[in-house]
């Protein structure tokens, strides 16, 4: 028996809640338990949005960078030099690729895609 979706994580205990995230993010239920049992996935007792999953991973992933960052890691700075020069060239495959949650990052270019356009030409155009 368990208590929190932690403790059934950490039990190795694979939760309807799990399966319907994993559903939900396109990942395997094992993968969300494993998420969930590391603390970087949190499932609300009330019910869960995609949205706030990916919201908790992602920051999760972005407080880890940080402190790498922070700590001097070695080549922690690379994926920020390499999505920097990818910027400059408006390549956006690789911008996904360097992204730490390519499909938000997707779904907000498209979003924004005539916003976004009308930069890249002004760029293009421009004397920098």
């Given at each position: 028996?368990?208590?929190?979706?932690?403790?059934?994580a950490?039990k190795?205990i694979?939760?309807k809640?799990m399966e319907?995230?994993?559903?939900k993010?396109?990942?395997?239920?094992e993968?969300?338990?494993e998420?969930?049992?590391?603390?970087?996935?949190?499932?609300?007792e009330?019910?869960?949005?995609?949205?706030?999953i990916?919201m908790v991973?992602?920051?999760?992933k972005?407080?880890?960078h940080?402190?790498?960052i922070a700590k001097?890691?070695?080549?922690?700075?690379?994926?920020d030099?390499?999505?920097a020069?990818?910027r400059r060239?408006?390549?956006?495959d690789k911008q996904?690729?360097c992204?730490?949650d390519?499909?938000?990052a997707?779904?907000i270019?498209?979003?924004r895609?005539?916003?976004?356009?009308?930069?890249v030409?002004?760029?293009?155009n421009s004397?920098?």
């Amino acid at each position: 028996m368990y208590k929190t979706q932690m403790e059934a994580a950490r039990k190795g205990i694979i939760t309807k809640e799990m399966e319907a995230v994993a559903a939900k993010e396109y990942r395997t239920a094992e993968e969300i338990r494993e998420l969930v049992a590391k603390g970087l996935v949190a499932i609300c007792e009330t019910g869960f949005t995609q949205h706030s999953i990916r919201m908790v991973s992602a920051r999760s992933k972005i407080a880890v960078h940080a402190a790498d960052i922070a700590k001097h890691i070695p080549h922690a700075m690379d994926i920020d030099n390499a999505m920097a020069d990818v910027r400059r060239t408006f390549d956006w495959d690789k911008q996904w690729e360097c992204s730490i949650d390519p499909e938000t990052a997707k779904k907000i270019r498209d979003d924004r895609k005539p916003e976004i356009e009308e930069a890249v030409q002004c760029a293009e155009n421009s004397v920098l």
